[in-house]
């Protein structure tokens, strides 16, 4: 049954009692727990795998020994664990939890698209997709390989969706290329709460802080940063930078990782608002019951499973 959402913080008691269900339940389903890192800290603790989604597919993908691939994440990354993994039961433990991004760039978008610029021009879709967009693309990308995706395809154009600024930040680095965005203004809308106003507030106060973003951010953010990067590359850039301070504008779960695995060092969320709720629909206790009643398992018809999964493994062909 789905429940609400946990309201109060479990004590610390609670969450040592139920991570050990979780690790006997693990145990007796065979069962592996991958996680992104915006998942709370309780839950990335629990997880065999943790990482961003290019990270997450891979393991995915390479699952061996494992009957079930229990996904602490958001819907389009428990999708593409199934489609790369189409014999695994793979379950996401509150199905509700989708990210408004991956709905922004229909089918039906795509085919208007090609329409209007031509059936020759190759689709790039960002993974925030759901499995029928990927199913009508011609290749997929995340946000740590999609200017080299884009590059590999050796094409002058390419129709990209749905994250405008991810779009943008490809369009940077390769002036050579036309990357048309799917839909015109698809867009993260936790990524877009970071403001310049914001971050110069905290430089007001750390004035030698480093600057790192996520390419989901606005293109104004972006310039203004050291470094661009996925949740990987952000977690890489802040363990083997000098900078004492670093400014981060990305989702609050990577920065309370940042924190709790580099105390030496001050990562300053930069907008306290940039949560993903959706991200933290995953609980402990859901993650739990998703072990327990083996749910809620990941259906996708065949043909669009088959689809997806020819534009998901050209994403690892030209990368
Ligand atoms: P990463 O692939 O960088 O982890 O990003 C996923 C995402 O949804 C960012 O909002
Ligand atoms: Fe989607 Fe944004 Fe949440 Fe990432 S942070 S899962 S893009 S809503």
Redesign the pocket.
């Known amino acids: 049954m789905l429940t609400k959402s946990k309201k109060f913080k479990l004590s610390q008691k609670e969450i040592e009692r139920i991570s050990n269900e979780i690790l006997n339940l693990k145990k007796e389903k065979n069962a592996i727990i991958l996680a992104?890192?915006?998942q709370e800290l309780e839950v990335q603790d629990i997880a065999d795998k943790i990482?961003?989604?290019?990270?997450?597919s891979q393991v995915a993908k390479d699952v061996q020994d494992a009957d079930t691939i229990v996904f602490a994440?958001?819907h389009?990354?428990a999708e593409t664990a199934k489609i790369l993994s189409p014999s695994k039961k793979v379950l996401i433990p509150d199905p509700r939890a989708g990210?408004p991004?991956a709905n922004q760039c229909t089918p039906d978008i795509v085919k208007a698209a090609r329409e209007q610029h031509g059936e020759d021009i190759p689709v790039v879709v960002y993974?925030?997709t759901t499995a029928e967009t990927k199913a009508v693309a011609y290749v997929t990308c995340?946000?740590?390989n999609a200017p080299i995706v884009v590059k590999n395809l050796g094409s002058k154009k390419v129709l990209f969706g749905p994250d405008r600024n991810l779009g943008l930040f490809v369009q940077k680095q390769l002036p050579d290329v036309e990357v048309i965005p799917i839909p015109e203004d698809g867009h993260?809308i936790?990524?877009k709460r970071f403001s310049v106003e914001a971050i110069n507030e905290h430089l007001k106060r750390y004035p030698d802080a480093h600057i790192i973003a996520?390419?989901?951010c606005n293109i104004e953010i972006q310039e203004m940063a050291d470094f661009v990067?996925?949740?990987?590359?952000?977690r890489k850039y802040g363990r083997e930078t000098d900078a004492k301070v670093i400014i981060v504008a990305?989702?609050k779960g990577?920065v309370d990782r940042l924190n709790r695995d580099i105390p030496e060092k001050n990562f300053i969320l930069a907008k306290d608002t940039a949560i993903?709720r959706n991200?933290k629909k995953i609980t402990i206790e859901n993650l739990r019951d998703s072990l327990l009643y083996e749910q809620y398992e990941i259906i996708i018809p065949k043909e669009i499973q088959d689809k997806a999964k020819k534009a998901i493994l050209r994403m690892f062909e030209l990368t």
């Not at 990482?51 to 997450?56: A, P, T, Y």
């Open positions: 992104h890192y915006y990482g961003d989604s290019l990270g997450l994440g958001v389009f990354m990210c991004m993974v925030n995340t946000s740590s993260c936790v990524h996520h390419p989901e990067g996925s949740t990987s590359g952000l990305t989702e990577l993903c991200m």
